[in-house]
């Protein structure tokens, strides 16, 4: 039996945290024997961002290589590759797409929206657009993403829809892509308000691997106002350390809500879990270049068909 197709992608902001841990790594690992995965380090997207990244990525590129390895993605199992590796494939993939795609298609997405600038750079508009290409280009049953994706896989899955209605032609069809959610999608930032802001660099509230101010970080976060001693009833719900226990694997609600523990007791547990997390990921020695050159091998190959017979029946036929 032919085993499913899975894809995820991360951008090379920064360091590798707990948020993309648990939004999607984890859920990646426990795939690897059944699936045939794929992980792209989504660099082209960043610069679309913010140029003046460019001198920096290529490094923040490989550590996260090497993290991702560490925190338990086999390069023998997943196939890790960079998007500018596939610089060409990429953008030619982008221009198919965009030729489908409306202004209104990009700025209804919930995450264009929020972010979007009076003037906004042609590059920030079509990284929805590059991204379905993304996903174009390994055609994958599923991609595992955090929810506030969810709108960029629907649209990639509309703009498939056009594509392949325009070619009339089922030898190599863009896939209809099912997005896959991990248990523990939204890791909420630690000690931030609302609880419900997601973990990330930009926001300032990540938990990193290994993080070298742990203990600062924990001890210091917000937990509940209306929790005003270790005794009285608290709101978990509300609570981000909370929330974050409970992707650790303890989940401290019930002893909150009663007032049989207390904050301090909590963020201490919270703090041993994860010491011990970050004690499981192994150091071993790797090489990052090696690993995405393999990986750009192997997705070249899968690459080269469709980009090939869609120049064809875009031009020619
Ligand atoms: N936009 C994703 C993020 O910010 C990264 C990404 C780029 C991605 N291309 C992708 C995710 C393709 C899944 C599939 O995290």
């Given at each position: 039996m032919?085993?499913?197709?899975?894809?995820?992608?991360?951008?090379?902001?920064?360091?590798l945290?707990?948020?993309?841990?648990y939004?999607?790594?984890?859920?990646l690992?426990?795939?690897?024997d059944?699936?045939d995965?794929?992980?792209?380090?989504?660099?082209?997207?960043?610069?679309g961002?913010?140029?003046?990244?460019?001198n920096?990525?290529?490094?923040?590129s490989l550590?996260?290589v090497?993290?991702?390895?560490?925190?338990?993605?086999?390069?023998?199992?997943?196939?890790?590759?960079?998007?500018?590796?596939?610089?060409?494939?990429?953008?030619?993939l982008?221009?198919?797409?965009?030729?489908?795609t409306?202004?209104n298609?990009?700025?209804?997405?919930?995450?264009?929206?929020?972010?979007?600038?009076d003037?906004?750079?042609?590059?920030?508009?079509t990284y929805?657009?590059s991204q379905a290409?993304d996903?174009?280009?390994?055609?994958?049953?599923?991609v595992?993403v955090?929810?506030?994706?969810l709108p960029?896989i629907?649209?990639?899955n509309k703009?498939?829809?056009r594509?392949n209605?325009?070619?009339q032609?089922?030898t190599?069809?863009l896939?209809?892509?099912?997005?896959?959610l991990?248990?523990?999608?939204k890791?909420?930032g630690?000690?931030t308000?609302?609880?419900s802001?997601?973990?990330?660099?930009?926001?300032?509230n990540a938990?990193?691997?290994n993080d070298?101010?742990l203990d600062?970080?924990i001890?210091?976060?917000?937990?509940?106002?209306?929790?005003l001693?270790a005794k009285t009833?608290?709101h978990p719900?509300q609570?981000t350390?909370a929330?974050?226990s409970?992707a650790?694997?303890?989940?401290?609600s019930?002893?909150c809500?009663?007032?049989?523990l207390?904050c301090?007791?909590?963020?201490?547990?919270?703090?041993?879990?994860?010491k011990?997390?970050?004690?499981?990921?192994?150091s071993?020695?790797?090489?990052?270049?090696?690993i995405?050159?393999?990986?750009?091998?192997?997705?070249?190959?899968r690459?080269?068909?469709l980009?090939?017979?869609?120049?064809?029946?875009?031009?020619v036929?």
């Amino acid at each position: 039996m032919t085993k499913k197709i899975v894809l995820a992608g991360i951008r090379p902001t920064g360091q590798l945290h707990y948020g993309h841990y648990y939004g999607f790594l984890e859920k990646l690992i426990s795939l690897q024997d059944s699936h045939d995965c794929y992980l792209l380090i989504a660099d082209m997207q960043v610069l679309g961002d913010k140029i003046e990244k460019h001198n920096s990525l290529n490094q923040l590129s490989l550590n996260l290589v090497q993290q991702m390895v560490h925190a338990g993605v086999n390069p023998a199992k997943t196939v890790i590759y960079k998007q500018s590796d596939l610089f060409y494939e990429t953008l030619e993939l982008t221009y198919y797409l965009s030729l489908f795609t409306n202004y209104n298609n990009i700025t209804h997405i919930p995450s264009v929206k929020e972010a979007l600038p009076d003037n906004p750079s042609l590059s920030f508009l079509t990284y929805p657009v590059s991204q379905a290409a993304d996903i174009a280009l390994i055609r994958p049953d599923q991609v595992l993403v955090g929810n506030d994706q969810l709108p960029l896989i629907e649209l990639a899955n509309k703009l498939f829809a056009r594509f392949n209605s325009l070619l009339q032609d089922p030898t190599l069809t863009l896939p209809d892509t099912t997005p896959v959610l991990s248990d523990t999608a939204k890791i909420p930032g630690i000690g931030t308000m609302p609880s419900s802001a997601k973990m990330s660099k930009s926001l300032n509230n990540a938990l990193y691997i290994n993080d070298i101010e742990l203990d600062n970080k924990i001890k210091s976060a917000y937990t509940d106002a209306l929790k005003l001693t270790a005794k009285t009833p608290g709101h978990p719900d509300q609570c981000t350390i909370a929330q974050i226990s409970k992707a650790f694997g303890s989940d401290p609600s019930d002893s909150c809500s009663t007032g049989a523990l207390g904050c301090k007791d909590c963020k201490a547990s919270l703090l041993s879990l994860i010491k011990a997390k970050d004690q499981s990921f192994s150091s071993a020695d790797i090489n990052p270049e090696k690993i995405l050159a393999h990986g750009v091998f192997h997705v070249r190959e899968r690459a080269k068909d469709l980009t090939l017979f869609l120049k064809h029946k875009v031009f020619v036929s």
